[in-house]
């Protein structure tokens, strides 16, 4: 006669192991599965656990580490804990989208890069960062690349009301171009670089580590828009302490996750206007009083453009603006970097 077989002695437990010897290492790259992770000084390939479940790791993550930590080139650790973050960087598919993806964890400032030209600024791009750094809790800081090529004085008239801490640089590969201001703003924090390709981001990487060999694209004389170089955000540990994290260039930035009210918040500059609506104003709406605030308070014509800026991204929430920012053909995607991928 045939027996089922019992399910053995060891019976089931939801118990898992402590991994009380488990190291802690910080993320510097993500890559099909593959995580290059940093214990102290030492470069460490690991693979997610079973632990993590459907946890998704990201550049600046802290984790714990155990198994193979040797970093010998056939070494693989396995990461079983993803540490709390401490901020989180997100974007959204496009603006009427609210399902978020994490870019960066752990981040301290973002560090937005544009062009004074070749390609031209997208200022309402800047603005879109804007209200993500603010959003995530990140210090934004300005860095004007190719001031060769164009002055920054326009761009930086715009931005002054905010008080808003900003870097202007050349363009080239030499140490030289890289202001110590730049330096000192960068040294002892993790600070991610964001911009379109073409703008100058790998660039100042290189210039700033050059042992990080980043490729650099050019700038297409047709579309005038940038070749994409970099495909994934990396992370490169400063000289000087800290850590940099370079992004792919991005054509545009969601922000369908972010609240209506949590967008007006990043345009403090406009706060005193916004103080004068009527209750329930949603700044698009004919009896708006910012209208008539700006008209007492601009006399150069920065805050009209920052008003149309915020205007545009809260339509966009709707539906109401096309996707493009600064691009009337509205060929840009918030939502895609320049590699195509959502």
């Not at 496009?94 to 030209?117: G, H, K, S, W, Y």
């Not at 004389?221 to 170089?229: A, E, I, L, M, S």
Request: proline share 7%; hydrophobic share 40%.
């Amino acid at each position: 006669m045939r027996v089922r077989p019992g399910k053995g002695s060891r019976p089931r437990t939801r118990r898992r192991p402590a991994h009380e010897d488990a190291a802690e290492g910080f993320v510097a790259a993500v890559d099909r599965g593959r995580y290059r992770c940093f214990v102290g000084d030492l470069a460490v390939t690991a693979m997610g656990a079973r632990e993590l479940g459907h946890r998704r790791v990201v550049v600046g993550d802290m984790v714990r580490l155990t198994g193979d930590i040797s970093g010998a080139p056939d070494a693989l650790a396995r990461i079983v804990q993803v540490l709390p973050r401490t901020s989180a960087l997100r974007r959204s598919p496009d603006d009427t989208d609210p399902v978020q993806r994490v870019i960066v964890a752990n981040a301290e400032q973002l560090v937005i890069v544009c062009a004074l030209a070749d390609p031209p600024p997208r200022t309402r791009l800047i603005d879109r960062f804007l209200v993500a750094a603010y959003d995530a809790g990140l210090d934004p800081l300005l860095c004007l690349t190719k001031a060769d090529l164009a002055s920054p004085d326009v761009i930086l008239a715009g931005y002054a009301p905010l008080g808003l801490r900003h870097v202007v640089t050349g363009r080239g590969t030499d140490l030289a171009v890289v202001p110590g201001e730049l330096r000192a703003e960068l040294t002892g924090r993790v600070s991610v670089l964001v911009g379109h390709s073409g703008v100058g981001k790998s660039t100042l990487v290189n210039a700033l580590i050059p042992a990080a060999e980043r490729a650099v694209g050019t700038v297409s004389p047709v579309t005038g828009r940038g070749r994409h170089t970099s495909s994934s955000a990396v992370a490169f540990r400063l000289p000087g302490g800290g850590w940099i994290i370079d992004t792919p260039g991005l054509r545009g930035f969601g922000l369908g996750h972010i609240s209506p009210d949590n967008v007006v918040r990043a345009f403090p500059d406009l706060a005193a206007g916004i103080e004068r609506c009527p209750r329930g104003c949603n700044h698009l709406q004919a009896d708006c009083a910012l209208d008539a605030w700006v008209a007492e308070q601009d006399d150069d014509g920065a805050l009209r453009g920052r008003l149309d800026s915020l205007r545009r991204l809260l339509r966009s929430r709707d539906g109401g603006d096309p996707a493009g920012d600064d691009d009337p053909a509205g060929h840009d995607d918030p939502g895609r970097d320049d590699a195509g991928r959502g």
